[in-house]
């Protein structure tokens, strides 16, 4: 037991120095991609996910899509890196119908 | 054991409910968990949280009991006057109405009932007065020494840490608070927190205790045998306890391995101070 007690304290002082040791400190850097368009009350919702590819936390992160006229924003309230989050933009026309760009358009250090 | 007396502890036992539980019913993410939170998830917190208290229950009780179904029932008890009292302080302060959706409001409750199930099981130690002319006085010295030789063996003193742990992160794991400070401090200092959290839990479990308790614990070993089985193990319990709160409030979602890691290793640090204090809080009887 406390064997397994000392391996799992290693491992964790293992993987928060290995983090320590080699994070560059670049900053954020955010990749939005599509998951999926779904029609619903009032129209569509885009559905994309956010990924932070840099090592710095973003805050307050504004993603924002734009097609057919229509540009739509929402925020996530943080988004660490190399990990994922999820949202949805409303839309009133069909977004397919012509060319969607989604991009994060800034953030705030938490 | 007279209707007086059960009334009593009743009585106390609602207070304890409701005092364990009032930093979480004063806590914004805790009212915007009963309809945010996954329902699955809190069921698992739940189904964790019996086999946990019937535990103790045994340890702690609040009636003399004699078998296995009387701490189930004490248990079950607890948790019943936990969830009432839960209930009517939230909407007290009008954090649940009758408005909201059933699942809302069950989320709401199920959310404080385990703090306040603790807390009403405790509440016979902490708030009783020396029981006078109590009958079974006899019958109760052997049942309470062989409970303490129970008390001081290994795995129930793991177990207690555990509960400890569980019940001071479940207090603030919710908040927004504790990833903030994930993402605010840089590696190092999650590093240096993890390590002090490790000190910190040695010093309130050997320190703290007296001289006999830990000639007991020490056995036959060393100390560093001592620091591995009881601190070390002590501080993964914390680490998993962590993790599993981090898991029922869906912070463990799509994030990256290290930033996870930064997650418990905060959230461990406020669960050592419970672990390495619940021992304390549970054994006063015996003081």
């Given at each position: 037991m406390g064997a397994a007690g000392a391996i799992i304290f290693a491992a964790i002082v293992a993987v928060l120095l290995n983090n320590a040791l080699t994070d560059p400190g670049a900053p954020p850097s955010i990749i939005v991609e599509l998951d999926a368009i779904e029609?619903?009350?009032?129209?569509?919702?885009?559905?994309?996910?956010?990924?932070?590819?840099?090592?710095?936390?973003?805050?307050?992160?504004?993603?924002?899509?734009?097609?057919?006229?229509?540009?739509?924003?929402?925020?996530?309230?943080?988004?660490?890196?190399?990990?994922?989050?999820?949202?949805?933009?409303?839309?009133?026309s069909d977004p397919r119908a012509s060319e969607l760009k989604l991009r994060a358009e800034g953030y705030q250090d938490p | 054991m007279g209707n007086a007396e059960y009334a009593r502890d009743l009585g106390r036992a609602l207070v304890g409910a409701v005092l364990f539980a009032l930093p979480l019913f004063?806590?914004?993410?805790?009212?915007?968990?009963?309809?945010?939170?996954?329902?699955?998830?809190?069921?698992?917190?739940?189904?964790?949280?019996?086999?946990?208290?019937?535990?103790?229950?045994?340890?702690?009780?609040?009636?003399?009991?004699?078998?296995?179904?009387?701490?189930?029932?004490?248990?079950?008890?607890?948790?019943?006057?936990?969830?009432?009292?839960?209930?009517?302080?939230?909407?007290?302060?009008?954090?649940?109405?009758?408005?909201?959706?059933?699942?809302?409001?069950?989320?709401k409750i199920a959310i404080v009932t385990f703090p306040g199930a603790i807390g009403a099981l405790l509440a016979d130690k902490q708030l009783e007065h020396k029981r006078e002319g109590d009958d079974d006085d006899d019958d109760d010295d052997d049942e309470t020494h062989e409970q303490e030789e129970i008390e001081r063996s290994y795995f129930a003193r793991l177990f207690l840490m555990t509960i400890g742990a569980l019940f001071v992160a479940l207090n603030v794991a919710p908040t927004e608070e504790m990833i903030l400070i994930a993402f605010q401090i840089s590696p190092w200092q999650s590093l240096a927190l993890a390590l002090i959290s490790l000190t910190a839990l040695h010093a309130l479990l050997f320190w703290a205790e007296f001289e006999e308790d830990e000639?007991?614990?020490?056995?036959?070993?060393?100390?560093?045998?001592?620091?591995?089985?009881?601190?070390?193990?002590?501080?993964?319990?914390?680490?998993?306890?962590?993790?599993?709160?981090?898991?029922?409030?869906?912070?463990?979602?799509?994030?990256?391995?290290?930033?996870?890691?930064?997650?418990?290793?905060?959230?461990?640090?406020p669960a050592v101070l419970g672990a390495g204090l619940a021992q304390r809080v549970v054994a006063e009887r015996r003081g």
């Open positions: 029609q619903v009350a009032g129209g569509y919702v885009v559905e994309f996910v956010a990924r932070n590819e840099g090592d710095t936390t973003a805050a307050m992160v504004e993603i924002s899509g734009e097609a057919g006229g229509e540009t739509h924003s929402a925020t996530l309230d943080y988004l660490p890196p190399r990990s994922e989050r999820r949202g949805g933009l409303f839309f009133e | 004063m806590t914004m993410e805790m009212w915007q968990l009963g309809f945010t939170a996954d329902r699955g998830r809190l069921v698992t917190l739940f189904v964790v949280m019996l086999p946990m208290l019937i535990a103790l229950s045994y340890f702690a009780g609040f009636e003399r009991a004699f078998g296995l179904l009387d701490h189930v029932l004490d248990a079950f008890a607890a948790v019943a006057i936990a969830a009432a009292s839960g209930a009517v302080v939230l909407l007290l302060i009008g954090v649940l109405s009758p408005a909201q959706p059933l699942q809302e409001i069950i989320g000639e007991r614990m020490r056995g036959d070993g060393s100390m560093f045998s001592v620091f591995v089985r009881y601190t070390c193990a002590g501080y993964a319990l914390c680490a998993l306890a962590s993790l599993f709160l981090l898991w029922i409030f869906g912070r463990t979602e799509n994030t990256g391995l290290a930033e996870l890691t930064e997650f418990i290793v905060v959230l461990a640090f």
